[in-house]
C-alpha cells in the first residue's frame, strides 16, 4: 500500500483524507493540531448556523497568531501593531467557525489561474467539482449539483431580518438589480446569499460532511487530533513523513510515508515548509535551517480581500426576529469600472446583527470587501521553532486599486443605508471595521459583558442623544459626514482601519515550470522535491471573487481526483 500523510486536517485535508482513502491501495493519515470535530460532539456554538461565538473561543483558534493589515505597507516601522488574526485550530479548519458562506466566484477566476500557468485548471475544469461537492436543495440545472456532502441553500423570504429586506429593496432602487441566484450567470446585483447549512438548519463543518461514521471506519483511514507538525523529513529532495508532537506537549514521533500532503492553510503551510527547509534560501540560512530546496516563492503572494464596513443602529422594528439565525443573509456586488478590473469586482455582505451579544443584535450593516483585490503581502517565519506563529503582514492596500475601491465602499454604504426607506428600521448611520477594541469588546467574558449590556440599554433609551452616543462611544467622533466631505480624511480613515475577511491565501501558489515564484504545478505538486504536495488555498495564484472556504473544497476534490487517477507510481513529481 502507498502511505499519504496529509497534515492539517481543516476543510481541504478533510476533503482529501476522505475521497483518498477511497482508493483500497492507499493508506491514508491525516494530522491535525486541533481537537476532533464530529457530528454527535458538536458544541452548540458551532453547530447554530449563526456563528458569532464559535469563532471567539481560543480552543478553536490559532490563539497568539497576529497579522499586520497594512496601508499601504503593513511593515513599516510606524504601521499599526499586528492585530489578532483568527485562524481556525479544529477539524474542519474555517468550516467550523466561519459564516457558512458557500459561493463560488466567478468563471473567469479559475481560467484566470490557467493563464497564469498553472496547468489544467480553467472554469471548465472546476465547475464538475463545485457540482461534485454540493447538494443544492434549491437550484438544478448544469451549474448545480444534487448530491454531494455539502447541502447548499437561500434564506427563505420570511427568514430575512426586516432590515436587510428593507436594504435589498433600497439597492434595487438605487440601481443594483435583484439576482436570483449567487451561484448562478455571474452578474452584478442583489442576492439572498448562499449558505452550506443543513435541513435541521445547522452548521455543516466539512469534517462532518466528508468524515462520515463509514468514511472514519475504513480500515485504510487514520484521523488524528492533537498533533502538530514541527517539520517534514526528507531523504535527500524526497519527503518521506514528518516529525509530530502533541499540541499540548508532549514526546514527539515520527510518522513514514510515501507522500506528504500539507494542507495547513495559507498561513502555516508556507511556515510548515518553511522551517522543514523548503523556501527562500537565504532567509532559511538566518534561521539556522537547513536548506533541501530553495523556493523564493513560498510565502510570497500572500493575499486577502481588504475590508470596511458601513453600519446603522436598528430599531426594535429592524433587529432580527430569531436570535439564532444566520445573519449574512443577503449580499451585493458590483463592479468597480476602474481600468483593469474585471465585473463584479466588489462585494458588500448585507448583515442582519454585527455580534452575537446584545449590543451586536442592535447594529446591522453592509460588511464590503474589495472581492478581486491587487495587493500583495507575505509570511515570513519569525523563529525555526514549531511554536512560534509566523510573522504574516498582507500590506491590504499597497495596491491603489484596493484603497480606491475601499473608499468608493464608504461612499456606496452610506447612500444605501441612509435611504430614506429605510427611516423605520434603522438610527444613525457610522463608519465601521473589525477593529482590535471591536474585538475585544465581543469577548465572552463578564467585564465586557457588563458593558455591552450598559451600552445597549443607552442606545435604546438615547433617543436624539444617539446620534451623540455612537460617534462618542463607538466611533470615537467619526462621522460619516466628515468623512465623506474630505477625500484625505476618508484614505487616512479607510487605511487606518481596513481589516481582513478571513481569506488568506496564494503563499505556496500555482504557477508554470519557468516561472521562479511558483511553487507547485498544476496538480499540487511542490516543484524540485519528490514525495510531496500542497493541497489548501496557498495554492490559489490569484484569490476568487468569493469567500475562499468552496472554492477551496473544490480544489481538494479536483487534487484528490488528480492523485487518484495519476496512481502512486507517478505521485513524484
Not at 481537537?35 to 460532539?41: F, Y
Not at 462520515?212 to 475504513?218: E, K, M
Not at 532559511?284 to 493575499?303: F, K, Y
Not at 500555482?510 to 500542497?534: E, K, N, Y
Request: with cysteine.
Amino acid at each position: 500500500m502507498t502511505a499519504i500523510l496529509i497534515l492539517g486536517g481543516g476543510s481541504a485535508g478533510c476533503v482529501l483524507a476522505a475521497r483518498l482513502s477511497e482508493e483500497p491501495s492507499f493508506r491514508v493519515t491525516l494530522v491535525e493540531a486541533g481537537n476532533d470535530l464530529t457530528a454527535a460532539g458538536m458544541p452548540p456554538e458551532i453547530r447554530s448556523r449563526y456563528p458569532g461565538r464559535a469563532y471567539l473561543d481560543p480552543r478553536n483558534i490559532w490563539p497568539r497568531l497576529t497579522a499586520r493589515m497594512g496601508a499601504p505597507a503593513g511593515n513599516r516601522p510606524e504601521a499599526p501593531a499586528p492585530r489578532r488574526y483568527e485562524q481556525a485550530r479544529r477539524l474542519g479548519g474555517g468550516s467550523a467557525i466561519n459564516a457558512m458562506m458557500a459561493n463560488r466566484g466567478a468563471p473567469g477566476d479559475y481560467d484566470e489561474w490557467g493563464a497564469l500557468g498553472a496547468e489544467g485548471w480553467s472554469w471548465e475544469t472546476c465547475l464538475p467539482y463545485f457540482r461534485k461537492l454540493e447538494s443544492d436543495r434549491d437550484r438544478g440545472g448544469d451549474l448545480h449539483g444534487r448530491d454531494g456532502p455539502l447541502p447548499i441553500r437561500r434564506a427563505r423570504p420570511d427568514q430575512l431580518s426586516p432590515f436587510v429586506a428593507a436594504t435589498m429593496r433600497a439597492l434595487d432602487a438605487q440601481g443594483h438589480p435583484a439576482g436570483d441566484d449567487q451561484n448562478g450567470p455571474w452578474r452584478d446585483g442583489v442576492y439572498v446569499g448562499t449558505t452550506a447549512i443543513s435541513d435541521d438548519g445547522e452548521r455543516v463543518p466539512v469534517s462532518v460532511a466528508y468524515l462520515t461514521p463509514a468514511v472514519r471506519a475504513r480500515p485504510n483511514l487514520t484521523v488524528r487530533t492533537g498533533l502538530l507538525a514541527e517539520r517534514i523529513l526528507f531523504e535527500g529532495r524526497q519527503a518521506v513523513g514528518a516529525v509530530l508532537a502533541p499540541l499540548a506537549g508532549g514526546l514527539p514521533e515520527t510518522i513514514h510515508a510515501d507522500h506528504v500532503v500539507v494542507a495547513a492553510g495559507a498561513i502555516h503551510s508556507p511556515a510548515l515548509l518553511m522551517r522543514s527547509g523548503v523556501g527562500p534560501g537565504a532567509a532559511l540560512r538566518r534561521h539556522g535551517v537547513t536548506v533541501v530546496a530553495d523556493r523564493p516563492g513560498i510565502g510570497r503572494n500572500l493575499m486577502e480581500h481588504p475590508s470596511i464596513a458601513v453600519s446603522a443602529y436598528l430599531t426594535r422594528a429592524g433587529r432580527v426576529r430569531d436570535r439564532a439565525e444566520h445573519h449574512e443573509q443577503a449580499i451585493l456586488r458590483y463592479s468597480s469600472r476602474l481600468p483593469g478590473t474585471p465585473e463584479g469586482d466588489m462585494h458588500g455582505a448585507i448583515l442582519s446583527r454585527t455580534g452575537w451579544h446584545s449590543l451586536g443584535r442592535r447594529i446591522g450593516g453592509i460588511f464590503f470587501w474589495v472581492n478581486k483585490s491587487y495587493s500583495r503581502g507575505e509570511v515570513t517565519l519569525a523563529s525555526p521553532d514549531p511554536r512560534s506563529e509566523p510573522r504574516v503582514d498582507f500590506r491590504m492596500l499597497s495596491d491603489p486599486r484596493d484603497l480606491t475601491r475601499l473608499m468608493d465602499a464608504v461612499r456606496r454604504g452610506a447612500r444605501a443605508l441612509g435611504d430614506p426607506s429605510l427611516a423605520g428600521l434603522r438610527g444613525p448611520v457610522f463608519p465601521a471595521s473589525y477593529s482590535p477594541r471591536v474585538a475585544r469588546a465581543a469577548a465572552p467574558r463578564p467585564w465586557p459583558a457588563a458593558q455591552r449590556g450598559i451600552l445597549s440599554g443607552l442606545l435604546d433609551s438615547a433617543g436624539p442623544a444617539r446620534a451623540a452616543l455612537i460617534h462618542g462611544l463607538v466611533t470615537q467622533g467619526v462621522t460619516l459626514d466628515r468623512l465623506l466631505a474630505d477625500e484625505r480624511t476618508l484614505a487616512a480613515f479607510v487605511s487606518a482601519e481596513v481589516g481582513g475577511t478571513w481569506h488568506p491565501s496564494g503563499t505556496c501558489r500555482m504557477g508554470a515550470a519557468d516561472d521562479p515564484m511558483s511553487v507547485c504545478d498544476g496538480a499540487g505538486r511542490v516543484r524540485g522535491i519528490d514525495g510531496l504536495s500542497v493541497c489548501d488555498a496557498s495554492l490559489m495564484p490569484t484569490i476568487p471573487r468569493a469567500n475562499t472556504n468552496i472554492p477551496t473544497v473544490m480544489i481538494a476534490e479536483r487534487i484528490a481526483d488528480l492523485i487518484r487517477q495519476q496512481g502512486a507510481a507517478t505521485l513524484r513529481t
